[in-house]
């Protein structure tokens, strides 16, 4: 099976521009995860579907950050305006069952310059 | 809130030598735990997992990693290491997915350097 799909796998854009990342789940995967890795430091949770509904969006930094996931299927998290701070590897993980694991996908590396 | 203290930022072994990497975990109830390796370039793929059971656990690419709930630990062990193990490791606690909350916590992770 087709793995979870991160593009771009890199972007650089300018702060205060605004960026889009989209993931691909998994077919058939109900449960999709966006996770963070700011430079150096651990891999954070942002926010979790199941579906189209956000079941779990405690890790959100604020509100220039918002995930959707129309259809349930792909989701797209999109950075308006950017800053310095948001620089990192952007994570998509999805699942079916989670008790056997999540499936990451390769990242999508941002620099906000 | 739960945590996970990777010691080791980086690790240079040798080649055929044998590793361990280091988990502590804290968590209030009872754990479930990853080690995933992100290899350069690549996404972050599951080594192993434990949420009950036998507390020695088999993974992939000849990895085991051993649960130890009196030490809160869950470290990662090879008995020799390939060069293609150069990697970064993350060890990750989370809570049982029948109890509702599936967010990951991960460690900083460690860096292993593989040398011939």
């Known amino acids: 099976e087709a793995g979870v799909t991160q593009f771009p796998s890199h972007s650089v854009i300018e702060k205060g521009q605004t960026v889009t990342l989209r993931c691909d789940p998994i077919?058939?995967?109900?449960?999709l995860y966006w996770y963070r890795r700011v430079m150096g430091k651990e891999i954070k949770f942002l926010l979790h579907?199941?579906?189209?509904?956000?079941?779990?969006e405690s890790g959100m930094p604020n509100n220039r950050f918002l995930a959707e996931r129309t259809g349930g299927t792909y989701s797209t998290l999109k950075v308006q305006p950017a800053e310095l701070e948001d620089s990192g590897v952007y994570f998509c993980?999805?699942?079916?069952?989670?008790?056997?694991?999540?499936?990451f996908g390769s990242g999508t590396r941002l620099t906000v310059v | 809130a739960q945590s996970v203290t990777q010691p080791d930022i980086h690790i240079t072994v040798s080649e055929g030598a044998s590793l361990e990497l280091r988990c502590n975990y804290s968590?209030?109830?009872?754990?479930?735990l990853f080690w995933y390796v992100q290899s350069p370039g690549q996404g972050l793929q599951l080594l192993l997992k434990?949420?009950?059971?036998?507390?020695l656990v088999q993974g992939i690419k000849g990895f085991e990693a051993e649960f130890k709930r009196s030490q809160s630990s869950f470290n990662l062990r090879k008995p020799s290491v390939h060069w293609s193990d150069a990697a970064e490791y993350f060890c990750?606690?989370?809570?049982?997915?029948?109890?509702?909350?599936?967010?990951?916590?991960f460690g900083t992770g460690t860096r292993l350097t593989i040398i011939p």
């Open positions: 993980a999805s699942s079916q069952d989670p008790t056997w694991g999540y499936t």
């Open positions: 077919s058939g995967h109900d449960n």
């Open positions: 579907f199941v579906k189209e509904s956000k079941q779990d």
């Open positions: 968590y209030g109830a009872t754990p479930y």
């Open positions: 434990y949420f009950s059971g036998d507390t």
């Open positions: 990750a606690v989370g809570a049982h997915p029948n109890f509702g909350n599936e967010k990951l916590t």
